[in-house]
C-alpha cells in the first residue's frame, strides 16, 4: 500500500512539475504574444498617421497656393483634382471664402454649401480651428449624399486676416481601410478611437472588439486630435495545442518530462529575447521608441511632483552624411552618437533612438539648471564617423525642457524639448537651447522646406554649383524656363551641368576673375556678376545681373548660391 501511494506521490509530482512548466510556458507565449501585439499596434499606428499626413499636407498645400496667390482661387480646381488623382483615399475637396463654397470631385466641380449643421460638434470644431489657426480634423461627420467622413479642415489667413476654410473629406469607409485589413489577416480584433478637436474624451470609429479587453493600446497626436488603437490577437485566453500535448505526454510518461522542460526553458528563453528586440534598438543598442515612451510615462505618473528634464536630439545635416558617403556611414555616426548618449546620460536616465537621426533622453530628479549643466558635457565629446579610412567630424543640435512645468505629461514634455530644438535648427545647429514661452513651434513642414519646394515655388531663377569643379548642384524651374529648358534632362544636356556652360563663352573669365576678386579666399563671401546667358531653342542673348553668397559646406567645400535676374537694360 505505500509503495503505491509513493508511486502515487512520483505520479503526481510529475503531474505538478509538468503543470508548473506548462503554466510558466503559456505565460511566456502570452508574453511574446503581447509583445508581437504591442510591436504590430505601433506598425498599424505609424501608418495611420502617415495616411492622415497625407491628407494635412494636402490641405496645407491648398492653403500655401490660395495664400501664395493672394487669395485667388482660379487654381484650384485643377490642383484639387490632381492631388485626389495622386491620393485616391481622398474623396473630395473644399474651398470655403465668404459663404461660398467650391467643392471638387473626381472629374466634375461644383458649388455647394458646407454640410455642417449650425452648433454641431463639427461646427464647433472648425471654429476652434479658425481661433487657434489650428489644422484640425474633424469627425467622424454624417455628410449628405457621402455619409460618416472625416474633415481635415485648414483655415486659411491672408496678411493676418482670416479668408476662409480649405477642407479635405475622406469617407470613414475608406479611411485606414488596408491597414484594417492587414490587421484583421493577422488575427487581430481591434477599436480604433479619437477625441475631437475641443475635447478629451475618445469616441470609437471602427471596432471588432466589442467588450473583449485589449492587449495593446497605442496613442498619437495629430490634427490637433488624440487617437488610440487597442488590439487583441483573437485567439487571446486560449490555451495553446502545445501546452495540452505537453500535458498529455507528461501525464503518460516520466521521460517526456525532461523532454518538455527542455522545450519550455527555450522556449522561455526566446521570449526573453522577442522582448528585448521589441525594447531595444536594433541598430544603437538603445532603447526603443516604444519602451522609451512606456518607461517614461510610467515615471512622470508615479512621481508628479518631482522634477525632471526632457531633450530632442538630432544629427545635424544628417541626409548628407548618407547622400554623399552611404548608409554605411549614416550608420557609423548613428551608432557613435548613441555610444556617447549612453555613456553620458544612460546611468542618469532613459534614453532612446525616436527613429532616424533623432534621439530622445529623460533625466529623473532632475532641474532645468542642471539638465543645462549635464547636457553641456554632449558637446565636449568630438563626434565623427569613419569613411574610407577617413575621420569626418559632424555636430548635433539639442533642445530641452523641464517637468511639470513646461510640461505635465511625456508628449507635452518632450513636444516643448521638440520646439527648442527647432529653433535651434532655425538659427544655426550645433548646439542647445531650453524651451521659453516666447519660442514659435515652426514646425517640421516650415523648416523641413527641401529643394523640391524651391524648384517648384521660388519666384525667381536660383542655382547652386560647387567652386571645386564648377558643377551646377540644383536648377531651380525658373531658370529651366529662362534657359527655354522643358526639363532637367534638356538643361543639362544644354549647360554641360557646368556654370561655365550656363554662361556665354565670352563673358566666362571676365565673370571668373570678377568674383574671385569680389569673394577673396576667405570660408565666405558675396559678389554681384553681371553676364550674358543664351537660351536653347530662340538663341537669344540675355543681359543679367548674379548676386552670389558663397559659404563653405563641411560635405561639399565651397559653394555659391546665386540668384539671377535681367538687367534693367533690355536682352541682346
Aim: include cysteine; glycine fraction near 8%.
Amino acid at each position: 500500500m505505500k509503495k503505491e501511494w509513493k508511486r502515487l506521490g512520483i505520479v503526481l509530482l510529475v503531474f505538478a512539475v509538468t503543470g508548473i512548466f506548462c503554466k510558466r510556458e503559456w505565460a511566456s507565449i502570452d508574453q511574446r504574444h503581447r509583445a508581437k501585439t504591442e510591436l504590430n499596434a505601433q506598425i498599424a499606428c505609424d501608418y495611420f498617421k502617415n495616411d492622415l499626413e497625407d491628407g494635412v499636407n494636402v490641405a496645407e498645400a491648398i492653403d500655401a497656393g490660395v495664400v501664395g496667390n493672394s487669395g485667388s482661387v482660379d487654381r484650384f480646381a485643377k490642383t484639387a483634382r490632381y492631388m485626389i488623382k495622386k491620393y485616391p483615399d481622398i474623396h473630395s475637396m473644399q474651398l470655403v471664402h465668404q459663404g461660398q463654397t467650391v467643392r471638387v470631385l473626381r472629374g466634375k466641380t461644383e458649388q455647394v454649401p458646407l454640410d455642417l449643421q449650425k452648433g454641431s460638434q463639427a461646427d464647433k470644431d472648425l471654429n476652434y480651428c479658425r481661433r487657434k489657426r489650428l489644422t484640425g480634423i474633424i469627425g467622424p461627420v454624417k455628410l449628405k449624399n457621402i455619409g460618416k467622413s472625416i474633415l481635415i479642415c485648414k483655415p486659411i489667413f491672408i496678411k493676418g486676416k482670416f479668408w476662409g476654410y480649405t477642407v479635405v473629406t475622406i469617407k470613414q469607409s475608406r479611411l485606414f481601410k488596408k491597414t484594417f485589413i492587414n490587421l484583421d489577416s493577422l488575427s487581430y480584433y481591434y477599436r480604433l478611437s479619437k477625441t475631437h478637436v475641443t475635447g478629451s474624451d475618445f469616441q470609437q470609429m471602427n471596432s471588432t472588439m466589442e467588450q473583449k479587453p485589449a492587449q495593446a493600446s497605442v496613442t498619437f497626436k495629430l490634427g490637433g486630435c488624440s487617437w488610440k488603437l487597442e488590439t487583441c490577437r483573437k485567439d487571446a485566453g486560449t490555451m495553446p495545442g502545445q501546452i495540452k500535448a505537453g500535458l498529455a505526454l507528461g501525464a503518460a510518461m516520466t521521460f517526456f518530462n525532461s523532454l518538455l522542460a527542455y522545450l519550455l526553458l527555450n522556449y522561455i528563453e526566446r521570449g526573453k529575447n522577442l522582448a528585448k528586440l521589441v525594447n531595444t534598438d536594433y541598430l544603437t543598442g538603445l532603447m526603443s521608441r516604444q519602451a522609451f515612451d512606456r518607461d517614461a510615462s510610467k515615471h512622470l505618473e508615479s512621481h508628479p511632483s518631482e522634477p525632471a528634464v526632457g531633450a530632442i536630439i538630432d544629427i545635424d545635416d544628417f541626409k548628407y552624411i548618407n547622400d554623399l558617403y552611404g548608409h554605411k556611414a549614416g550608420d557609423g555616426a548613428l551608432k557613435a552618437i548613441a555610444q556617447v548618449l549612453r555613456a553620458n546620460f544612460g546611468g542618469q536616465g532613459l534614453v532612446c533612438r525616436n527613429g532616424g537621426d533623432e534621439f530622445a533622453v529623460l533625466l529623473p530628479d532632475t532641474t532645468l539648471t542642471e539638465g543645462r549643466a549635464i547636457f553641456q558635457k554632449l558637446y565636449r565629446h568630438e563626434l565623427a564617423f569613419v569613411h574610407n579610412g577617413k575621420k569626418y567630424p559632424y555636430t548635433v543640435s539639442l533642445g530641452f525642457a523641464a517637468y511639470p512645468e513646461q510640461g505635465k505629461s511625456r508628449e507635452e514634455l518632450l513636444n516643448r524639448a521638440d520646439m527648442a530644438l527647432y529653433a535651434v535648427k532655425s538659427t544655426g545647429k550645433g548646439t542647445m537651447a531650453a524651451y521659453s514661452e516666447n519660442m514659435l513651434k515652426e514646425g517640421r513642414s516650415q523648416l523641413g522646406f527641401n529643394l523640391r519646394d524651391l524648384a517648384v515655388n521660388l519666384p525667381g531663377a536660383f542655382f547652386i554649383y560647387r567652386q571645386e569643379d564648377e558643377k551646377i548642384l540644383f536648377a531651380n524651374k525658373e531658370l529651366l524656363n529662362l534657359l527655354e529648358c522643358d526639363n532637367m534632362e534638356e538643361f543639362i544636356k544644354f549647360v554641360g551641368r557646368s556654370f561655365k556652360g550656363l554662361l556665354a563663352p565670352e563673358d566666362y573669365e571676365r565673370t571668373i576673375a570678377s568674383r574671385n576678386a569680389q569673394i577673396g579666399n576667405g570660408d565666405e563671401g558675396r559678389a554681384t556678376l553681371d553676364y550674358h546667358v543664351i537660351t536653347r531653342k530662340t538663341h537669344r542673348r540675355l543681359k543679367m545681373h548674379a548676386v552670389a553668397h558663397m559659404v563653405k559646406n563641411p560635405y561639399f567645400g565651397k559653394i555659391y548660391y546665386v540668384i539671377l535676374g535681367p538687367r534693367r537694360e533690355e536682352a541682346d
